[in-house]
């Protein structure tokens, strides 16, 4: 008989011992506290893998309509000035690409032309660069463009809204710049040239965008005729109307910037005293 239970007792000490080592929880044998049998070595104990928690995902569920649509509307509208602005600049290159073609090609079918051999009283690039910093006026932009002066004023500071009538204040900053003008650029050549933005006419006085700079830019011409120095022999007009936009008129900055009178100064002088001698600029420069 106890021949008979030895295998028994044998196959339940070997489970006894394997669920020591194992750790079972389930282990009706085994208490909380207890310890393994001599000899064998303690369980570890087995800790649950961490699991990470994902973030929440936004929610506009509680977000208010009308914030969603006045965000939705400002990307449209910045989107819409980007466009505007990326044409604007596509239609700058391309004018720039095709000037330079053009000038290439002059430039390879005549000779060069020496500074001696120039027309008396033109003066160079670098001569007017030096000059324009000489014009203390205020109130206005001025840049050099290839080899003239632009002095940028904005129609809002001359004329009504809409209309082509100087205001006081528009009279008075026109006599101040057509006497630097007169000061450092004397009897050089001076265009007038009118441009404005692309919004509709409130003024039924004007047919198109070009009627209205047209009408500016003669109210500029009779003022400096009448009232200062300037001779008819040295001015012209040019009215641009919306053609030719500084920035993109897509905001009300834009359209304001681009409403403007522009006074170019030309390296040419008119008069029969065309020489350099005397010449402000020209001195500065270091002409003779």
């Not at 009408?215 to 030719?244: C, E, K, W």
Request: net charge negative; with cysteine; glycine share 8%.
């Amino acid at each position: 008989m106890e021949s008979l239970l030895r295998p028994f007792a044998h196959a339940a000490t070997c489970l006894l011992a394997l669920s020591w080592t194992v750790g079972c929880t389930q282990n009706p044998f085994r208490t909380a506290g207890s310890q393994p049998p001599p000899g064998l070595p303690a369980a570890p104990l087995a800790v649950a893998p961490s699991v990470a928690v994902p973030p929440p995902a936004p929610s506009y569920v509680d977000t208010d309509p009308r914030r969603l649509e006045a965000g939705l509307a400002r990307s449209r509208q910045e989107s819409l000035v980007m466009q505007d602005e990326i044409a604007a600049l596509r239609e700058q290159l391309a004018s720039t690409s095709a000037q330079l073609v053009q000038a290439r090609a002059v430039g390879l079918a005549s000779p060069p032309v020496s500074a001696a051999a120039a027309p008396p009283g033109t003066m160079t690039p670098v001569a007017m660069q030096s000059a324009m910093g000489m014009l203390a006026v205020t109130g206005v932009e001025k840049r050099l463009d290839g080899g003239v002066v632009r002095i940028e004023i904005p129609a809002d500071k001359l004329f009504e809204s809409g209309g082509a009538n100087l205001l006081p204040a528009g009279t008075a900053l026109l006599t101040q710049v057509s006497d630097e003008i007169e000061r450092v650029f004397p009897g050089h050549f001076l265009g007038i040239e009118g441009h404005t933005d692309t919004e509709p006419l409130q003024n039924a006085s004007w047919g198109s965008q070009h009627q209205l700079s047209v009408a500016r830019a003669s109210a500029v011409f009779d003022f400096l005729t009448s009232r200062t120095s300037l001779q008819q022999g040295q001015l012209f007009l040019v009215a641009h109307g919306p053609n030719h936009p500084v920035v993109s008129n897509a905001t009300a900055a834009g359209r304001a910037r681009n409403r403007r009178v522009e006074l170019v100064i030309y390296p040419e002088r008119s008069g029969a005293d065309s020489a350099s001698a005397g010449h402000p600029a020209a001195t500065a420069a270091g002409g003779g």
